[in-house]
């Protein structure tokens, strides 16, 4: 591994698994210390305890626990560098018109919320430290080339995308960067029923994308530190699809 990210110190949310864990395993193998936060404190513990990594039981839809993240960031280390918003969710793929009053919220709540909260606590302490930083939101192929079935879902990465490059435009000037990472159907986690309906649509869906498969933790969290390390990339988002969105 190149180190690149030796010396900083990254929040990774939903790091107890999925993406999650392979952002937060990456970012320790780049030299980076790293806070994973999660809401599942069983399955947190014991990602945090294998990569040795820091732990914070969040609920991302909360400014308090966003607060309780960085207090723990400035504690332990003084000072705060990236931040992978990766914790998000769905509904099951079904008709626009079955989708619950529950559902929407669910999906703008800790898809998009969560970001906001994110921005609103941690952008002023970076603002205030002057050393810069870069947030990295995992957005979803879904908002770039949306599909029937998925409506709310959808919009709200299409919302994580424009908010991130509207941020990108903002705080240029603080030198602190926001991209978007889109992955395509991830492979094994626990969102991938979800999103094909039923398991025996996953051959169907591959089928559609030119490389044959559907994104990996390590293809994400490749990406996640690609951003992270390049400090003149802002504003943009990386379809981590093999080929689904050209």
Known sequence: MSGKLSGKVAIVTGGAGGFGKGIA???????????????????GQKTST???????????????????????ADEKFGRLDYVINNAG????????????????DK???????????????????MQK?????????I?????LRPRGGLTWYNASKAAVINGTKSM???????????????PVVGLGTGLTDF?????????????????GRGSTPKDVANACAFLCGEDFLTGIEIPVDGGRCV
């Not at 969710?89 to 929407?104: A, I, L, Q, S």
């Not at 430290?129 to 939101?137: A, D, I, L, M």
């Not at 999103?195 to 490389?211: V, Y």
Request: proline share 3%; glycine share 6%; hydrophobic share 35%.
């Open 129 to 137: 430290k002057g050393n810069g930083g870069s947030f990295v939101n």
């Open 89 to 104: 969710t769905t509904y099951r793929n079904k008709p626009t018109g079955e989708v619950t009053e529950e559902d929407f």
């Open 50 to 72: 294998e990569l040795k990594c820091e732990f914070v039981k969040c609920n991302v839809t909360s400014r308090q626990d966003w607060e309780a993240v960085l207090k723990l």
């Open 25 to 43: 395993q990456k970012f320790k193998e780049e030299g980076a210390e790293v806070i994973i936060a999660d809401f599942v404190e069983e399955a």
């Open 195 to 211: 999103f094909l309906g039923k398991p025996e649509n996953e051959k169907t869906f591959m089928a559609t994308i030119p490389l």
């Open 139 to 143: 957005a979803s192929t879904a908002g």
């Open 107 to 125: 999906v703008f709540n800790v898809n998009v919320k969560s970001i906001y909260y994110s921005a609103n606590v941690i952008v002023p302490y």
């Open 168 to 182: 990108a435009v903002e705080y240029a000037k603080d030198k602190i960067r926001f991209n978007s990472v889109c």
